[in-house]
């Protein structure tokens, strides 16, 4: 979403953010002057060893927050004049006092493989969802070839309210600063509990004892970055928007997710990296093995067998 307010922001219009934890935490960080409403989002905190049980409980609580975000919109609109509604992925956000746009790369579900015979029905279920908005925007490219989401937006067909508008990065406003600073591994930990955590122990544990300095942004946004050193490991809580572009540009390995966000900031500045795809996040790892003749793709419990040597080796062969 930040390059669509950035741009809104260009073109002078009124722009109120609206949001919920570390999302919320990251928009005031990249446009600390503009005035924020908080519209409450679930917390998502993966418990159960099986991913169809996270899934199950969740399900309930989506409904709940869908159902409690279109009754909060409903207020913002009596206090506020507002002209446009753009949704971040939030299907409560849909209005008929104002234009109403959301903006998804999902226009199906990936399920586990005993449902995925039920992945035509989620595809319904969202067409409906998305319906009640006037526009679909869908950040990807327009070519089939070039696409980045692949089935999650084109595997059925497409309703002609959906529009691809290009790909979304926070680094494409950004400009290249003069930093020094450089690490040979850039590793970026993001997602839920308790996986992050665990990336987070695998890869120090991996990297600690590495020859070269490496940086892990533990992806937990407050207002100012806190630095911690293990060995020759670097631990920073966040880092802004045009230093984390300079350290990517900069650096020999990228280590991250394989979420839809990170994969559309790799392709705006170009780079390949290490994908690690969140254990039992389906779309996650669908995306993996769709992109995986563009990056390199470990998975999470591969990390712990792994020598640092090994590791770079497997990325310089896929280069």
Request: charged share 25%; net charge positive; proline share 5%.
């Amino acid at each position: 979403m930040i390059p669509i307010i950035d741009k809104l922001v260009k073109d002078r219009h009124h722009v109120i953010l609206g949001g919920d934890g570390d999302a919320l935490t990251l928009l005031q960080q990249n446009f600390p002057k503009l005035s924020t409403i908080r519209i409450a989002d679930i917390r998502v905190n993966f418990r159960f060893k099986w991913m169809l049980i996270n899934l199950l409980v969740l399900i309930p609580k989506i409904l709940k927050s869908t159902i409690k975000e279109h009754f909060i919109l409903k207020q913002i609109l009596k206090n506020h004049s507002i002209d446009v509604v753009i949704s971040d992925n939030r299907y409560g956000l849909w209005t008929n006092k104002a234009r109403s746009i959301i903006v998804t790369h999902q226009l199906m579900l990936k399920l586990p493989f005993p449902f995925r015979f039920m992945e035509y029905c989620t595809h319904l279920i969202i067409k409906k969802m998305i319906s009640r908005f006037h526009s679909c925007w869908v950040p990807d490219y327009k070519e089939k070839v070039k696409s980045l989401s692949g089935d999650l937006s084109r595997k059925y067909p497409i309703h002609s309210m959906v529009m691809f508008i290009g790909p979304l990065s926070r680094f494409s406003s950004q400009k290249e600063l003069n930093n020094h600073q450089t690490f040979q591994v850039v590793a970026i930990i993001s997602g839920p509990e308790p996986s992050r955590s665990k990336l987070e122990k695998s890869l120090i544990k991996l990297l600690q004892h590495h020859t070269e300095k490496c940086l892990i942004i533990q992806g937990k946004p407050n207002k100012d970055v806190n630095y911690t050193t293990i060995d020759n490991v670097t631990l920073a809580s966040h880092m802004p928007t045009a230093e984390l572009k300079c350290l990517l540009k900069n650096a020999s390995i990228i280590i991250c997710r394989s979420g839809y966000s990170s994969i559309m900031d790799l392709e705006a500045i170009k780079l390949k990296a290490i994908l690690i795809p969140t254990p039992g996040q389906t779309e996650q790892e669908y995306l993996s093995k769709y992109l995986k003749n563009r990056h390199t793709i470990i998975q999470q419990d591969e990390l712990d067998t792994l020598s640092p040597d090994k590791l770079f080796s497997i990325f310089n062969s896929h280069r």
